[in-house]
């Protein structure tokens, strides 16, 4: 990785991080919170962040010149990732421990890793079969211990 692309992994990573704590107080701080609701509030405030920086940016042009292709990847990536997976990870927020439910649900690079190889013909190589063997002993470990209801 190079220095571009290991700074923005990391500030991905302490965005999320920070973010899962913020959802767990959103769901503690309101009894009977409907994940569907949080998912559509947390859409709203990004929607408009975004269009202020692509506004900002010009990068709406970026829009205009998207191919009918380009527009379904990206909404099918809207729909699994932003609708599908954000309720999921909802439901499971309210129901469980965050410090729990965000290492499960940040396995999803070995369901990346997998569906790259067999679409994408991407290589699968011993160092991403090591990290998948890590991620799944992970999951059977955090799959063992008690379920909290908090």
Do not use: H
Request: glycine share 6%; proline share 3%; with cysteine.
């Amino acid at each position: 990785m190079n220095g571009f692309v290991l700074t923005a992994a990391v500030v991905a990573m302490l965005a999320w991080g920070s973010g899962a704590i913020f959802d767990k107080l959103a769901f503690n701080s309101m009894e009977d919170l409907s994940p569907y609701s949080a998912v559509l509030v947390r859409m709203v405030f990004a929607l408009v962040c975004i269009i202020i920086i692509v506004t900002l940016t010009g990068a709406r042009e970026d829009i205009r010149q998207m191919q009918p292709k380009t527009l379904f990847y990206l909404a099918m990536s809207g729909i699994l990732a932003g609708v599908l997976a954000q309720a999921a990870y909802y439901f499971a927020v309210d129901a469980g421990e965050i410090s729990k439910v965000v290492l499960f649900t940040a396995a999803y690079p070995l369901v990346t890793v997998l569906l790259a190889a067999q679409f994408l013909r991407e290589p699968i190589t011993w160092e991403k079969l090591l990290a998948a063997a890590l991620i799944v002993g992970g999951l059977m470990l955090l799959a063992a211990t008690r379920v909290s209801s908090s």
